[in-house]
């Protein structure tokens, strides 16, 4: 992969699977943020860390808007 391409991981609740890898030493580059507000209110958040050689990883998570 190029130095700047970012493999994102998609998961399902994006405080738990932070919560989950910092308990096994990951560090977070930034906590979870909205990065986004769709216009059907879907939002979509990420949260970067680091692999082993400092290439960056995110976390990513769509949540749907609440009725």
Known sequence: LPADSIIYFKVDDIHSAQKALKGK???FINAPH????????????MAFFSDLDDRPLGLMCNKKAEP
């Open 34 to 45: 909205m990065i986004h507000k769709h216009d059907d209110g879907t939002e979509e958040w």
């Open 25 to 27: 030493g990951v560090k």
